[in-house]
Nanobody
């Protein structure tokens, strides 16, 4: 299993970023995909998730209305569009996958750093 995140960077408050996660080593279209983040000194938290077919999504309350998760099963890629970014969104962002009721893959990718600062 390989999960490679990209698209992070430094952005001013109110700005936007689009993260991508390229997945390989498993049947992408059979797994729900999710984005997580970990800020310095904090636990990793679930940010957004999308069902295997892409029809159902859910979001952490802190990002609802600002972030959108999507996926392209033909490209084995999941995206996170982040708008109206806030300094508290600063974190390393990771993607992962799971089947319903099952744990995420144990091997997380390297993540991509998102820094929101003026």
């Amino acid at each position: 299993v390989q999960l490679v995140e990209s698209g992070g960077g430094l952005v001013q408050p109110g700005g936007s970023l689009r993260l991508s996660c390229a997945a390989s080593g498993f049947t992408f279209s059979s797994y729900a995909m999710s984005w997580h983040r970990q800020a310095p000194g904090k636990e990793r938290e679930l940010v957004a998730a999308i069902a295997s077919a892409g029809g159902r999504t859910n979001y952490a309350d802190s990002v609802k209305g600002r972030f959108t998760i999507s996926r392209e099963n033909a490209k084995n890629t999941v995206y996170l569009q982040m708008n109206s970014l806030k300094p508290e969104d600063t974190a390393v962002y990771y993607c992962n996958a799971n089947r319903p009721g099952r744990a995420y893959f144990a091997d997380w990718g390297q993540g991509t750093q998102v820094t929101v600062s003026s």
